[in-house]
């Protein structure tokens, strides 16, 4: 792992370890697991995709919040996004995040910043018969805009995502071990999330996307896949996201993740594959 990569991921566990000490007895609403992770723009999920669940751990008279911090690096580029969740009475997540993504071969910077809302329209991933199902929006602000502008990109100052999930928790399915799955309807113009800006050439209209998680969990441990469809507004060839992951949570208040990715071609370059790292807590 690169220095700086360390760094920021052994001082952000120092942080939340200290805060999980403070937050001891916090929201704990939920099973161990069940709420997921905080996703790479700050939504309730796992590392790609936004689930159905909200960030925290709150019951439907809790407030919890979730810090966390992310790396990802790939062949000529590497992302840091970090952020904060809160989830209210197991009803509404509100979030912010914000995206460092390195471009080696130009050696520059592109941020943005995610503000997200979450509302939860039906059931429980848990207990509910039918699966649990909530709507949200994250709206980027691009705050490097010459090289989306550059690239023929649309709207190079901010766009919105719309979303609706839909995840469950089955539990016991699998050789008695619980299995959870998630799919998500993305409506987006975003480029490489939003980074090279929102529409182009090829497409100025929001489009469609598919993104589904699947995993198993083994009490403190869980592993599984994701898929997340992309758009190719700029007529570079956007791939499709995947990835495999393991995640391990400790106790209610803290998680772990590590996954390998395949992010395809970005930017016009190709075979864009490596490792991600994640640090959350939930208290």
Do not use: C
């Amino acid at each position: 792992m690169p220095r700086t990569a360390s760094n920021i991921m052994i001082k952000s566990l120092i942080f939340l370890l200290i805060f999980t000490a403070s937050f001891a007895y916090g929201a704990d609403g939920k099973l161990l697991g069940t709420s997921g992770l905080v996703q790479i723009e700050g939504s309730g999920g796992g590392g790609l995709v936004p689930w159905a669940t909200l960030s925290g751990l709150d019951s439907d008279s809790e407030v919890s919040f979730s810090p966390f911090v992310s790396y990802v690096s790939v062949q000529d580029y590497s992302l840091k996004s970090y952020g904060i969740s809160g989830s209210f009475y197991d009803q509404l997540e509100v979030s912010i995040n914000r995206h460092e993504f390195e471009v080696d071969a130009l050696k520059t910077e592109l941020k943005q910043d995610i503000y997200g809302v979450k509302y939860r329209v039906y059931g429980d991933i848990v207990y509910s018969k039918w699966p649990q199902i909530s709507v949200g929006l994250m709206h980027k602000k691009l705050k490097t805009p010459a090289i989306a502008d550059a690239l023929g990109a649309t709207q190079t100052n901010s766009g919105t995502d719309f979303y609706i999930s839909a995840a469950k928790v089955h539990l016991g399915l699998l050789a008695g071990y619980n299995l959870v799955w998630n799919t998500t309807l993305r409506a987006s113009k975003a480029n490489e999330l939003g980074l090279l800006g929102f529409g182009g050439a090829n497409n100025d209209n929001y489009k469609l996307n598919f993104e589904a998680t699947a995993g198993v969990v083994l009490r403190h441990i869980a592993f599984g896949v994701e898929y997340r469809q992309k758009p190719d507004n700029l007529g570079l060839n956007e791939d499709d996201w995947m990835d495999v992951f393991i995640s391990y949570f400790p106790n209610k208040h803290i998680s772990l993740t590590l996954a390998y990715l395949d992010l395809g071609s970005i930017a016009g370059s190709d075979t864009q594959s490596g490792y991600y790292i994640s640090i959350g807590g939930q208290f």
